[in-house]
């Protein structure tokens, strides 16, 4: 029976030796990497664990199961995981990890504080200044976005080579990364029989516990010269004191270190000099031309300049909450002391990441709320309290809620700016509609945009169904507006007797003058530039500002990308919306979809049919849409009439297409994503999402909601070609769960936040060290400091150091 501490050692070796090789499922003797991970997760752990806890011990099973078909940087991220739930899991239950005879090596201290008065060096520094960077290697830094000494210093390594711990001969592991230091018995110095460019220094060393055989590997004509080899030679002889640190293997001589580094020592008292021995190694992500070498001994010498940095960050908030000061946190990020420095460091730099995006937002929207004050809206609430009565249905308790903030919003001195999420189906534009009426009834108007014209239109539509039982007018402008229509919304507006209007990017013509915008309303807020948003809200004297989204964000997501807003949420669905039944289907099923497409569509039902649109194949994706129509018209389903829609087709053709669809003309649309928001037809059952794995969760989450919206029962089939375990596993999740939320979390978890909801283009910063997955803690804590500075000083005034930081950053970013 395995005992405790060396299974926990046998899972360390494992994670360091794959490591260590890149990446790159290493096999070993009886399994690959990946499947000895997964069968060790695939039992319940050797230690009571938390139900939590072990769920997580299970998944990582799974995870494994599917590394072969991971990234290089999934492959790493999933490593770190593991490694920081192994560590935790070791803490919290104690666990007695014994390493014979653990000693640290006696380093020497790599920033020598004396030197920092000679060494003249500043943040703002071009590399090329540094005279050991070679004019070659500034363009290949360049290549990698480093132009100064900052840049540099706050290029974070991707991974670490632990050879900070000590070990006798007899004690060392296979798998295990050490430094040994010891005396040399024997030394060889030759060119390869088998390779005439490879040379070979072989050295037998020895300390008081055994001895071991190691090889140093030398490639290249120049190290073949018998008088270079003799001489090294003589650098090795007999009882000379070396420390070298490598990963342990076994060869057909036994363990040995493969390839180790190698440092002469005077006596086993003497400080180890080299960079890289004896210390936890940084390795970086480079480019070729640049090794990890070179770049650790350019970050030594720069890293001298850390030291003058002063920290922006008050030593009472760093006490209070433990926060590693900056130039430590640069110096043990790149060179740590020990694992714990190194813990401590990421620490500090990951709530640096999040806490100057906070302050900025913070800053600015404690800005605007000084200076934006309009006059509060006092209505008599005559209109909302009618439209409640003409309400077919009750309102849910949190469209309630939403509604009560939004209003109390409505009647401050200050300008609302707040976002109102909610899931597919949710009844955001009746909360919206609550919000019109309250400002309508105070004798302002309002302005509702969205990205498309059938968003637009299914807007302008609900609306107006509402708006005639309560005697208001309201407009509709698209670019299929007619010119006379067009010149007589123009005129009411003016007048301010058109109180709302409903349109696309229409509405931030120069044409388009209001008497009097109280609140802009703006659908699908993500799908605008800044630019855009910016000019309708300039039409008027600070209006309120209502933005919606169909697409849950997570929490962590919105604090980072909405950080300026108000969020509401509508987080439940009215009681009469149906689960949507969901299936994944691999592509030979497919004829199950079908079966079940003409037997609704007998029973006077509709359904659609997807296929995904990528930009970059736009062309290839329209045609294959086009091709599929046909083969499904001629072949599948010849007896029902059956509708296309895609991105080319113009304005007027859409709206007719889908009128028709509307009116059951057509019984099933065949369409590219443009129908992924906007488009409500009650009648419609089935939603069949081709090659479903080229689209992100929350983009088929938000197809899926084109159909359950009637009492009829309503299917989704999610097809794809691929029977790999991840994408099965993904797509698994919308069968699972109905909640957008919960959908939009895992979406984050699997893709990250740089593909989803376009969020590259909404000016999220591409973050050195935090994860919105795994470090929501110190983002919560790092919004908690932003928020008491920026209550105390808006302006920052008192803290002059973080004003200067976050104007720099704002720069950059």
């Known amino acids: 029976m395995i005992s405790k501490s060396s299974y926990w050692v046998c899972l360390d070796k494992a994670l360091s030796i794959e490591v260590e090789r890149g990446f790159i499922n290493t096999q070993g003797e ?16 050797p230690i009571k664990t938390s139900n939590n806890q072990r769920q997580r011990w299970l998944k990582f099973a799974s995870q494994y199961a599917i590394y072969p078909k991971l990234t290089l940087s999934q492959r790493r991220q999933l490593i770190v995981q593991t490694r920081q739930f192994l560590h935790n899991l070791k803490q919290d239950f ?83 990364t050490v430094t040994i230091v010891g005396r040399v018995k024997k030394c060889n110095f030759f060119t390869s029989s088998k390779n005439k460019k490879l040379s070979i220094l072989e050295l037998v060393l020895q300390d008081h516990t055994g001895e071991i055989r190691l090889n140093r590997f030398f490639s290249g004509n120049r190290f073949t010269n018998k008088g270079w080899q003799e001489k090294q030679k003589k650098n090795y002889i007999r009882s000379t004191i070396i420390a070298v640190s490598g990963l342990v293997k076994q060869n057909r001589y036994g363990l040995t270190l493969d390839n180790p580094e190698m440092e002469i020592l005077d006596n086993f008292n003497t400080s180890i000099e080299s960079l890289n021995i004896a210390r936890i190694l940084p390795v970086y992500s480079l480019t070729e031309g640049i090794d990890n070498s070179f770049f650790r001994k350019i970050i030594i010498i720069n890293l001298k300049s850390a030291q003058t940095i002063l920290d922006p960050l ?22 740590p002391k020990s694992l714990d420095f190194l813990e401590r460091a990421r620490r500090r730099l990951i709530f640096d990441d999040f806490f100057y995006l906070q302050l900025g937002f913070l800053k600015r929207r404690q800005e605007r709320k000084r200076l934006q004050n309009i006059n509060s809206f006092t209505p008599n609430k005559y209109l909302t309290h009618q439209f409640n009565k003409v309400l ?28 109102l999420q909610g899931d597919v189906g949710s009844g955001k534009t009746i909360v919206a509609i609550f919000a019109i009426l309250t400002v ?58 058109l109180p709302l209007l409903v349109g696309t990017h229409a509405l931030i013509q120069e044409q388009i003058k209001f008497k009097k915008l109280g609140l802009v309303v703006i659908d699908e807020q993500h799908k605008f530039g800044v630019e855009q948003r910016n000019k309708l809200l300039n039409k008027g004297k600070y209006p309120h500002v209502l933005s919606m989204t169909a697409t849950p964000i997570p929490r962590t997501l919105a604090l980072t990308l909405h950080g300026d807003l108000d969020i509401s949420q509508i987080d439940e669905l009215p009681p009469e919306r149906k689960a949507i039944e969901t299936k994944v289907l691999i592509g030979s099923q497919k004829q199950r979809a079908y079966d079940l497409i003409k037997k609704e569509v007998s029973q006077g039902r509709q359904a659609y049919i997807v296929f995904p649109m990528i930009e970059e194949s736009e062309k290839l994706d329209i ?64 939603m069949l999402i081709e090659n479903a794995e080229r689209f992100g969760l929350s983009q088929l989450h938000q197809l899926r909601g084109r159909v359950g919206r009637s009492s009829f029962k309503s299917y989704c089939f999610l097809i794809t070609s691929s029977k790999t375990p991840n994408i099965l596993q993904k797509l698994g999740v919308l069968e699972q769960s109905q909640d957008g939320f919960f959908i939009s979390e895992m979406d984050l978890k699997l893709r990250g936040p740089g593909t989803i909801l376009g969020t590259r283009q909404s000016g999220l910063p591409d973050f050195a060290l935090a994860s919105l997955t795994d470090n929501k803690e110190i983002l919560e804590l790092s919004k908690l400091i932003a928020e008491r500075i920026i209550l105390s000083d808006v302006k920052l005034n008192s803290f002059p150091l973080l004003k200067g930081e976050l104007e720099y950053r704002s720069i950059r970013l």
């Open 440 to 497: 309508v009834e105070s004798g302002y108007q309002v302005a509702l945009m969205a990205p498309t014209e059938v968003l637009a239109e299914q807007h302008y539509k609900k609306i107006i169904l509402y708006f005639n039982q309560l005697c208001l007018s309201a407009e509709l402008l698209t670019g299929s507006t007619k010119k006379s229509k067009r010149h007589e919304i123009y005129r009411q507006l003016i007048t301010g007797e």
């Open 30 to 45: 009886q399994y690959q990497f990946s499947e000895y991970l997964c069968l060790n997760f695939g039992e319940l752990p």
């Open 314 to 335: 008050p030593i009472s908030l760093k006490s209070k909450y433990d926060l590693m000061d900056l130039k430590d946190a640069l110096i043990n990020i790149h060179f």
């Open 94 to 176: 104690k666990i007695p990890v014994k390493h014979p005879h653990p000693k640290q090596p006696k380093t020497s201290n790599l920033i020598d504080i004396k030197s920092i008065l000679r060494y003249e060096l500043n943040l703002e520094q071009h590399l090329s200044t540094v005279k050991e960077i070679s004019f070659r290697k500034i363009g290949l830094l360049q290549k990698i976005g480093l132009d100064t000494v900052r840049d540099l210093l706050f290029y974070y390594p991707r991974d670490y080579i632990n050879y900070a711990r000590q070990v006798t001969i007899s004690n060392i592991k296979e798998g295990e």
């Open 392 to 419: 077919p249905f009750q309102l849910t308790k949190s469209q309630k809620r939403v509604i009560n903030e939004i209003i109390k919003d409505l009647e401050s001195l200050q300008s609302m700016n707040r976002l």
């Open 623 to 686: 045609k294959a849409a086009i091709e599929e129509h046909k083969k499904l018209s001629e072949e599948i389903f010849p007896i029902f009439n059956i509708g296309l829609l895609h991105g080319r087709i113009n304005p007027l053709e859409k709206n007719k297409v889908l009128n028709d669809f509307r009116e059951n003309r057509y019984q099933i649309m065949v369409s590219t994503t443009v129908i992924e928001v906007g488009v409500d037809i009650p009648n419609a059952t089935v």
